[in-house]
């Protein structure tokens, strides 16, 4: 399963009234779906809120109205956290504000070797036994902490992008605290050195940290029980990883992989390659169409659209063909993050299924947000885990 983020978008009038995923060079992913099938399917159930974490957890066959605790706690399992039962686990964000209002949700992406002393700092001055700090990736880190505010009402900060901070403030039960931790964050950040040295380098200050997607430990079943399959996940970031780990899967980790337009394609190929030698299932994830979504950037969202076409899917499709034997390839994404609106939407989104080997062809199929005039083929993770429990069966 290759998965590219936040792909799917609405019809712009930059495109003459086109998707990017229509308007994309996609050679490889039409040529797929000319040679299989195209469904749309629903991966946000009602009632939950259209995050990577729900899609992705519907996109490896699990109900997240039975399974989702929250994003945090997933991701948390992703960077190898191993939580206690009273513990509670907040997205710590490394966010930038500007006039007050939330002008970049992850301080110009930051990397992962930047952010570590930011979040040492934090540590420092804040730390104690039952609340610490956590160093993920990029932007992403993580706050655990023993009988934390779990009731509270916190917004994901690349929701509320281009909005007044003090307008999406957490709220309720206990909501002082995440606020006491966030306003003394930015005064421990304001002037710091290493805000200095980001400025005089022409990077973006890191204002504050933002606090959200807070819950306690989550509980997956294992994967290879469920399917009698085993497999990978190869993710750049940890809340992929952390729903593969929560259900027992192996974690691949690229050098190099960084969630981003310059992550390291090649390598994620290779690793599931090598992972589908040794094991029968590997979700592929590239994170970057949806950053783009999120910057609001359609000359990048293209691109990355474009990257995950010619760099991972052309790839891994030759590479399954030349083994030789039989395969299920899917190519889908997640949820929609459309540039007009820098922000998941709950729309369905377009899966392709190939049973290859497949015979060789030029033709290309539509793969966008209107297939099949918009007829929805059903729930994601019951799309799934029909096509993994039956092992290859609709290929027959």
Known sequence: MLVGDGMGDYPLRELGGRTPLQAARIPNIRRLAAAGTVNLIKTVPDGLAPGSDVANLSLMGFDPGRYYTGRAP?????????????????RCNLISIGDGLISDHSAGHISTGEA???????????????????VSSGYRHLLIWRNGPAGVQATPPHDVLGQPAKNNLPRGPRSEELLRLMDESARLFAGH???????????????????????????????????????????AVDLVRGIGRLSGLEIVKVPGATGFIDTNYRGKVEACMDLLGRADFAFVHVEAPDECGHAGDLKLKLAAIEAFDREVVGPAWQGLELRGRPYTLMICTDHLTPVSVRNHTREPVPIAVLCGPAAA?????????????????????DFIHRLLSEKGEPCR
Do not use: C, K
């Not at 997933?74 to 907040?90: R, T």
């Not at 570590?116 to 956590?134: I, K, M, S, T, Y």
């Not at 062809?361 to 993770?381: H, L």
């Open 193 to 235: 050195p290493l805000n200095r040295d980001r400025v005089a380098a022409g990077r973006a200050a890191v204002s504050q940290i933002w606090l959200w997607g807070q819950g306690p430990r989550t509980a997956l079943p294992s994967f290879a029980e469920r399917y009698d399959l085993s497999g990978g996940v190869i993710s």
């Open 361 to 381: 062809s030029d033709a290309q199929a539509a793969f966008d947000e209107f297939t099949n005039q918009g007829r929805v083929a059903g729930m994601a993770f």
């Open 74 to 90: 997933i991701e948390a399992a992703g960077a190898g956290l191993d939580m206690a039962a009273d513990e509670v686990a907040f």
């Open 116 to 134: 570590r002393p930011f979040v040492e700092e934090l540590n420092r001055a804040f730390g104690r036994d039952g609340l610490r700090f956590h």
